[in-house]
């Protein structure tokens, strides 16, 4: 009995040593099996008697040290910079690298001590130098004079290149090998500042316990900080990356200063921690900039930054303010599924004809945080692909703007909304329903027999809801899906009544768009209505004025129809520049507006000039005024036509069309009927009027109830006082 209680518990025992092995990562245990051996004066002199070849290189194999470098070890650390500066300086086709992987550092280490100190003129570059290390040098020069045409803060050395003054020094540490820090730990601080890396820097998983300072540093080749950990401040300030440069998971965990960089090629800093102040202000961003799923605990600084490529912060999150304060995007910025939950100040940046602000499923409560930007400016830089989830995305944006009474800038956001609603109902209208499309239908899309089969088993059982549920067919792939998914719509079929609703949601929708901006711009709404007054004025001016030439002509004069020309030409053009100026469309526009005037209109009067006119008072105008008083009269109750009354059949007295100005009135007439507004109240009269000149006016009197309308929703979300009162609760 006890025998088998005993084999019992090493089974237990031996079980929760194999689990607990299983649970402990591979990294610890290596760590904790990895045995340092201390580095000595005589193992180091060894090492660099036999370098090893590490990818093609010759490198000094100092990995797994101890490396004391601490001032009570004074003696050990001068001989220690003395000798492998010696070696890594040491003239030669082929330069000599560093490796001090899984090595710990104690003390301070000053890398730029093992660099060679030269100057950057060609005449003063030293000989041991191969040509592409000497090229390499004087590509500085370059980006030096690329730095001041931008006004960047140079550095000391680039001062020297492009100053006078003698007494400026430019030399600089060149380290010529390459620099391997994988799994390093540094104890105390690390300077490499200034030093020109001929070749690659490798410090993958690194440790600084202490400050490092890269500060004006210039990495020539590839550079990788993957998994490296920054415990206090890291210093990049003014340093310059010729390659790639990876700090892919890198966590600072104190400031990491950035500020005047420059990186001519991509860069990641893909899953990165920032917990303090990130200062990534005034730098040149020459490739792609990936930092997405990066989180910033603290500010993050891109004050006065070119992003010359795209600029990626997809899934990023923002706990604290982002500044991209005077920033210049040449490139899209993508904000796709960030989330801001502070403040993102886009205040005085530049955006060039094909940068926006890409920020489809955007994390932001516009009651816990705000964005900034220039008023009439960076409403018009959101885009999103569609309206499906991104609606509380615009909802948010805009009401940020309207709290900060930045009204143009939240009505732009919604007309980017309705412009989004209006290619949804297209694409409902339009494209074929795969829940009750023919099995011929289906064919002629391009599907197989065999696919099509798939497609109505699966739609008996359940509709499609989205485009996605395709893939889930065995038989379909994705070839075929990305070929027909825009052909596709997917959810519940539209009845034909439900058809009808939604083409007439997609008409007014279309009009208030085209004509308006959905009521976000006042001078596209008035530039559509001073073409529609200058039209309407000649076409009165025209029946009245032009009646017939036999036998007795009745025209209007040379000096009245040159009058009436000009006059329309003025105002047609002031109204076409508006439109031009403020449509996102403006032959889109124009076209829409002129299929509403321009038809019934003109089809009127070809009538009118085809039956002939053959009444009482030809020679009397067909429109009167009121000639009680003359003054600037809002008329929203005026009818076209005189009531069939004496009393104001005296009051209103014909126009008199001898006299030299009379050609005013007809767009006097025309502004009445179109927006109630005029300085005389000019109508139709009731007796012998010809019921196509009465249908001509009443037309546009019905077009200006329509406008009006338009015009008075268009203020009320272009004034901001009158936007107030609608919107804010």
């Not at 045409?149 to 492009?162: V, Y």
């Not at 090629?265 to 730098?283: G, H, M, P, R």
């Not at 944006?397 to 297209?426: M, P, V």
């Not at 006016?697 to 929703?713: D, E, N, V």
Request: proline share 4%; with cysteine; glycine share 6%.
């Amino acid at each position: 009995m006890q025998s088998c209680i005993h084999k019992a518990w090493q089974l237990i025992f031996a079980f929760c040593l194999v689990f607990s092995t299983l649970l402990i990562p591979s990294s610890v245990l290596a760590a904790q099996t990895l045995e340092r051996t201390p580095l000595t004066l005589e193992i180091l002199q060894e090492k660099l008697r036999t370098p090893i070849l590490r990818e093609g290189n010759l490198t000094v194999d100092l990995r797994q040290m101890v490396i004391d470098l601490r001032p009570e070890n004074a003696s050990f650390r001068d001989s220690f910079y003395q000798l492998l500066r010696k070696e890594l300086q040491k003239a030669g086709t082929k330069a000599l690298g560093l490796d001090i992987s899984n090595s710990l550092i104690q003390g301070d280490f000053l890398g730029s001590e093992l660099g060679l100190r030269t100057p950057l003129y060609i005449q003063a570059i030293a000989p041991i130098f191969t040509p592409t290390e000497q090229a390499q040098l004087e590509s500085l020069r370059l980006v030096c004079l690329q730095s001041l045409a931008i006004a960047l803060p140079t550095s000391k050395d680039c001062r020297s290149l492009l100053a006078t003054d003698s007494n400026i020094s430019g030399e600089i540490n060149v380290f010529r090998g390459a620099l391997t820090l994988e799994n390093t730990r540094f104890n105390g601080q690390l300077q490499f500042a200034n030093t020109f890396f001929l070749q690659s820097v490798d410090a993958q998983n690194a440790i600084f316990l202490q400050p490092t300072n890269w500060s004006a540093a210039r990495f020539s080749r590839f550079v990788n900080f993957t998994g490296a950990n920054f415990r206090q401040p890291s210093n990049f300030q003014g340093s310059i990356f010729f390659e790639k440069a990876n700090f892919k998971q890198v966590q600072f965990q104190e400031l990491a200063d950035f500020h005047g960089s420059i990186f001519q090629d991509s860069v990641s800093f893909n899953e990165a921690i920032f917990k303090q102040l990130a200062k990534f202000s005034q730098i040149q961003w020459q490739g792609n900039s990936d930092f997405s799923e990066v989180r910033f605990a603290n500010q993050a600084q891109f004050t006065k930054a070119n992003f010359q490529q795209t600029f990626s912060v997809a899934e990023s999150t923002f706990e604290q303010a982002v500044i991209f304060r005077e920033a210049q995007f040449n490139q899209p910025l993508n904000l796709q599924g960030a989330a801001i939950l502070n403040l993102a100040d886009f205040s005085d940046a530049s955006f060039s004809k094909t940068a926006f602000l890409n920020v489809p499923s955007l994390s932001f409560n516009s009651n816990q945080a705000r964005i900034l930007g220039n008023v009439g400016q960076i409403g018009k830089m959101f885009y999103v692909p569609n309206l499906q989830g991104n609606q509380n995305v615009l909802r948010n944006l805009g009401q940020n703007f309207r709290q900060q009474q930045q009204i143009a800038d939240a009505n732009q956001l919604e007309y980017t909304k309705q412009r989004l609603r209006l290619t949804q109902l297209s694409q409902k209208l339009i494209r074929t329903n795969i829940n009750n499309a023919s099995i011929n239908r289906l064919l002629h899309l391009g599907f197989s027999p065999t696919q099509v089969e798939a497609i109505l088993n699966r739609r008996v059982v359940q509709p499609f809801l989205n485009s996605s549920e395709l893939l889930t067919l065995a038989d379909i792939d994705l070839e075929i899906y990305n070929k027909l998914k825009n052909s596709l719509s997917f959810g519940e079929p539209l009845s034909l009544g439900n058809w009808l609703l939604q083409a007439w949601s997609w008409l007014a929708l279309s009009l208030l768009l085209l004509l308006s901006g959905y009521g976000t711009n006042f001078w596209l709404a008035l530039g559509v209505g001073g073409v529609a007054i200058a039209y309407f004025g000649l076409l009165f001016w025209l029946v009245d004025r032009y009646r017939r030439l036999r036998p007795v002509a009745i025209i209007p004069t040379y000096y009245e129809t040159v009058s009436i020309f000009i006059g329309f030409s003025c105002l047609e053009f002031l109204s076409l520049l508006a439109i031009f100026r403020n449509a996102e469309q403006p032959w889109l526009t124009l076209g829409c507006l002129l299929i509403i005037i321009i038809p019934v209109p003109i089809t009127l009067v070809m009538r009118l000039y085809q039956q002939g006119r053959y009444h009482d008072l030809m020679d009397v105008s067909y429109f009167t005024e009121d000639g009680t008083f003359r003054q600037l009269r809002l008329l929203i109750g005026r009818l076209p036509v005189i009531p069939r009354n004496q009393t104001f059949r005296e009051r209103y007295m014909p126009l008199l069309g001898d006299r030299k100005w009379n050609w005013l009135n007809y767009y006097d007439f025309s502004l009445n009927n179109l927006v109630r507004l005029g300085f005389n109240d000019i109508r139709l009269r009731d007796q012998h009027l010809p019921g196509i000149v009465a249908t001509l006016a009443w037309y546009q009197w019905s077009l200006g109830i329509l406008y009006i309308t338009l015009i008075l929703w268009t203020l009320s979300r272009t004034i901001p006082g009158l936007n107030l009162l609608i919107y804010l609760k």
